[in-house]
């Protein structure tokens, strides 16, 4: 049945209406007009202290999780949340009384006849205000009025999944019953039991507060449904949408149940002429100064439906988090769990010892099925399963209790076993109590009952009164603490292996005891993996390629101790299993775990007999990438001086390269490390790599050919198993009018490639994860390309040597090699033996040309001698080769003409180098070209 109420108007001409309407309030302070206020003001504080109660309790469990994972940054941020949170429940509060004391001294000013006057009434506007001030000062500006209103879809009503939105009636006839642990719930026959819903509404303004009075629901003729609904108290929503909705949009979830109806009455209501009525949600503003009701009219697109009670025949329920279908019971011993035969009539699904049937599908008595683990002292609920009802297509039930399964105590135990469960329950909380919201919690108090097993059994009833199973459903709990064990690893490569990355240890052994797990011995266990990364159900992971092997434990004498039997199993020698005082992992895949994560490994042990969890375990594990290995990978003693490296380049020819453009030089001369002998050499390409800093202006010539570039390009190595340094010939030339860079430092650093060892996440991306290779960087230095001819010294070896001039031409006569102290930069004597190449100092010098010195200035080159290095010469005397003459310069006359005085003269040295450049080398002190008398 449906009434009349006042003038509706739409959003539109609301909004047109807006100014006047808000100019009379203004003038106006009746007592219905702080009577709203004050209701405003109350649901706007409900709301607040809700969000504020659900803010202290996240962020208390954010708290003490950080805490738990030893995050100190993140505990204190939760912490530092709470006492925000809290600090606005007490305002909260102290805002509550405030608007209390306004209504109670309303009430007193309406009591003592002062309604209607107008100084009493302006004074009362005031304190009102006042407590509107104080508790916008807490959640924000309230406005007066809802301009508009709209009805929106959500995940958790549903109402527009199927394209119309719907008021749902979903109504029952009850069956004479009466149900509970004292028959507390009674259920009259044919009395009706309605089911209410909800919707969603977005209003504007966003700060707007609704209360249940406020909210009614109209058709078309403006006629509402007051007769056969009622509103529930409005509340803000915080579920998801099914359509995208910013924050703070003034969404409003609005409850709603049926009243006891005629059927008449409700087809009156619900059809016309064969189509259902559309209704709409009306937002009520009027305040007491308006002559007639002011709405403001969602669009007309509610219709009411009607729905099917569908009774549960199953009893559905978790128990500490674990379904019932895999927890045991004791079918069968000493009788079968009952169920109840099909049938459609209410009236045969109360008594049961009568219409059942034996539940052979509820037979949990198989080794897959498992006690549930509690602890004395540590509450557990039993919850409905919602969420399997509604797969199962069933209205859950409407109420159950807990009791102890009396039925099925073994009597023949002593001492007997129902005597103890009884014992047991004077000291446990939430046996024999009917359910709050579908659920219960039970607490086991009696420390007597560590090591027992206990059954209970839950008993449920329908909204109809007909019970959910006609015997209940049972369930069993071993009591008993687990033993539980923890440790810390970090995991890393070892230098004792340096070219084999592809597995890790942790850098040592965790402390980590098994002393408690005698229970577990020979029990069946299981290792999780989860990854933090990671969010929900996602966080169990199994890609981390890792097995029981990769755990090693060990005694208190370092001894190892075999924990695991198999891959399923415990070792069966308790005084093994319980020796372990420390654990390590081994052989870790380092590309599977994600880069400085910390990973948790559970390890569940189980009792053999009773399939309880009696021990647990967590060993967190985070990957540490190596440093450089600069234990393996470094400089030869006191080859950088002031961290810079001096190297001699020498020509590239042959297969390294067809022409001589570039320079190459042997890093291992200098550097430890960079390659070994070995099985790695032909497996892997080189892992340590010398590499160029390189500033803009060289970015920008790189592109340039050898020939025309103007900064070097330093290149290692030349190929996967050299060791060499390469740069352009022209940056060898000693020749600074050629080369201006000659001697110029180049920054370079050495780093080492360990391979795909690090998973990393991809560049610009916070959720998406890739193995890369791990490169860190060593030593940093300096490199100067230096010219090894230009870096030779030649001196004499003593005093300078007096040579006669015969005035022969073609006469000779030489300089013994060991006359002359030749040396390189390292003060290392060069030799002018030539080698089987034809080159000097192995390769660095191509040729070697002598000139003679002569006149004021030394000006004249080879006036009176030509001169050659010639190898030494051997004869034979008496059978024996003897030298002739030794490794020389030897010196050939050009003139036949006679000196009346000695010539000083200079032995000068022109050198060519592996790359073809020149360099002239001139000893200072001249030897004296003795004048023939």
């Known amino acids: 049945m449906v009434t009349a109420t006042g003038t509706f108007v739409s959003c539109k001409d609301y909004d047109d209406d807006i100014k006047d309407l808000q100019g009379q309030i203004d003038k106006l302070a009746t007592k219905e007009d702080m009577t709203s206020q004050i209701a405003t003001l109350q649901a706007a504080l409900t709301n607040a202290a809700k969000d504020a109660s659900d803010a202290i ?82 959640v924000g500006k309230i406005a007066d009025m809802v301009t508009s209103v709209e009805l929106v879809d959500s995940y958790t009503n549903g109402q527009f999944t199927d394209g119309t939105p719907t008021l749902d009636i979903l109504t029952v006839k009850q069956v004479k019953n009466e149900f509970g642990p ?68 003034g969404l409003w979830e609005i409850p709603y149940n049926w009243q006891q109806y005629k059927d008449a009455d409700m087809n009156a209501a619900s059809t016309s002429d064969n189509k259902s009525i559309l209704y709409a949600v009306a937002i009520n503003n009027t305040s007491a100064a308006m002559e007639a009701d002011r709405n403001v009219v969602s669009s007309f697109d509610l219709t009411i439906e009607k729905g099917t009670f569908k009774r549960a025949t199953t009893l559905l329920f978790t128990a500490g988090g674990e379904k019932v279908a895999d927890l045991k019971n004791r079918y069968g011993n000493p009788k079968a769990d009952q169920k109840w035969n099909a049938t459609n009539d209410a009236s045969k699904l109360i008594d049961p010892t009568k219409n059942t049937t034996n539940d052979i599908e509820d037979n949990r008595t ?40 009396k ?31 579908g659920k219960v ?9 560590e090591g027992d097993i206990i059954g209970y059994r839950v008993y449920a009833v329908n909204y109809d009164g007909t019970l959910v199973d006609p015997d209940g459903r049972a369930f069993y709990v071993y009591v008993g603490t687990p033993a539980v064990s923890a440790a810390d690893l970090t995991l890393t490569a070892k230098i004792a292996t340096p070219y084999d990355w592809t597995k890790i240890n942790s850098t040592d052994k965790a402390a980590f005891s098994t002393a408690d797990w005698t229970r577990a011995k020979s029990g069946a266990y299981t290792i999780t993996y989860t990854d933090p990364t990671k969010t929900g159900n996602d966080k169990t992971v199994t890609d981390l390629g890792l097995a029981y092997t990769n755990f090693k434990f060990y005694n208190k004498d370092g001894v190892a101790v075999t924990v695991f039997a198999d891959e399923n199993n415990l070792n069966s020698d308790a005084s093994k299993l319980t ?176 391979g795909n060892i690090s998973y990393d996440l991809k560049k610009n991306s916070t959720t998406e994860w890739e193995v890369k290779n791990w490169i860190p960087k060593g030593t940093e230095f300096k490199i100067v390309f230096r010219n090894y001819a230009d870096d030779c010294a030649f001196d004499w070896n003593g005093d300078a040597p007096k040579l006669a001039y015969n005035g022969v031409v073609g006469a000779t006569s030489y300089i013994a090699i060991d006359k002359l102290t030749i040396t390189d930069w390292y003060n290392a004597a060069v030799s002018l033996v030539k080698g089987t190449d034809g080159t000097y100092a192995k390769g660095y010098i191509k040729a070697i040309d002598v000139h003679l010195l002569t006149g004021d200035k030394f000006d004249q080159v080879d006036e009176y001698y030509t001169g050659t290095i010639a190898a030494a010469t051997y004869k034979t005397e ?20 006679a000196q009346p005085d000695d010539v000083p003269t200079k032995l000068q040295f022109v050198i060519t180098d592996s790359f073809g450049y020149t360099v002239t080398k001139t000893l200072t002190v001249p030897f004296t070209m003795t004048a023939k008398k």
């Not at 100190?72 to 009384?97: D, L, P």
């Not at 919690?441 to 009952?449: G, M, V």
């Not at 001096?646 to 200098?670: Q, R, S």
């Open 579 to 754: 020796s372990v005082t420390k654990v390590e992992m081994v052989g870790v895949d380092p590309a599977k775990l994600k880069d400085g994560v910390k990973y948790t490994a559970t390890i569940t042990a189980k009792n053999s007999a009773t399939g309880a969890v009696v021990a647990t375990a967590t060993i967190t594990f985070t990957k540490q990438l190596p440093a450089f290995p600069s234990t393996k990978v470094y400089p030869f003693t006191n080859i950088l001086r002031s961290d810079v490296l001096y190297i001699y380049p020498i020509a590239v020819t042959g297969n390294d390269k067809p022409n001589e453009d570039y320079g190459k030089y042997d890093m291992k001369n200098v550097w430890h490390g960079i390659v070994e002998e070995g099985d790695w050499k032909t497996a892997q390409a080189v892992a340590a790599k010398f590499n160029q800093v390189v500033t803009d202006a060289q970015k920008k010539d790189q592109n340039a050919t050898a020939k025309d570039a103007k900064y070097p390009t330093i290149t290692y190595p030349m190929n996967a198993t050299a060791s060499t340094i390469q740069v352009e010939a022209k940056f060898v030339n000693p020749d600074k009018s050629k080369n201006s860079l000659y001697l110029n430092e180049y920054p370079m650093y050495v780093n080492y490639n360990y």
């Open 878 to 897: 008496n059978g024996k080769q003897v030298l002739d003459k030794p490794l020389r310069v030897e010196l050939t006359e050009r003139s036949s003409a």
């Open 407 to 437: 039925d099925y105590a073994e009597e023949s135990s002593e001492p007997s076993e129902l005597n103890a469960w009884n014992n047991y329950a004077k000291n446990t909380t939430g046996l024999n109590t009917l359910d709050e919201n």
């Open 57 to 138: 309790t996240k962020a208390t469990a954010a708290e003490a999780a950080a805490k738990v994972a030893g995050d100190n940054a993140a505990a204190a941020k939760a912490a530092a949340e709470k006492s925000v949170a809290e600090a606005k429940a007490a305002a909260i509060e102290a805002a509550k009384a405030e608007v209390a004391a306004a209504q109670a001294a309303l009430e007193k000013l309406v009591a003592d006849g002062l309604a209607d006057n107008k100084a009493e009434l302006e004074k009362m506007a005031k304190v009102v205000e006042e407590a509107k001030k104080s508790v916008e000062a807490i």
């Open 182 to 249: 004292n028959k507390e719930v009674t259920f009259v026959k044919d009395a009706q039991y309605n089911f209410g819903g909800s919707f969603i509404v977005r209003v504007s303004p966003t700060n707007a507060e609704l209360t249940a009075d406020m909210v009614s629901l109209i058709n078309s003729k403006g006629q509402d449904l007051s007769s056969l609904i009622t509103i529930g108290t409005p509340k803000r929503y915080d579920g998801d949408l099914l359509t995208r909705a910013a924050a703070n949009t």
């Open 366 to 405: 198989g080794a897959a099925k498992k006690y549930l683990s509690v602890k004395v002292g540590t509450p557990f609920d039993v919850v409905l399963d919602m969420e399997g009802y509604k797969t199962a297509d069933k209205t859950a039930p409407y109420r159950f209790y807990v009791t102890l399964d």
């Open 441 to 449: 919690t039970i607490s086991i108090n009696d420390e007597t009952a």
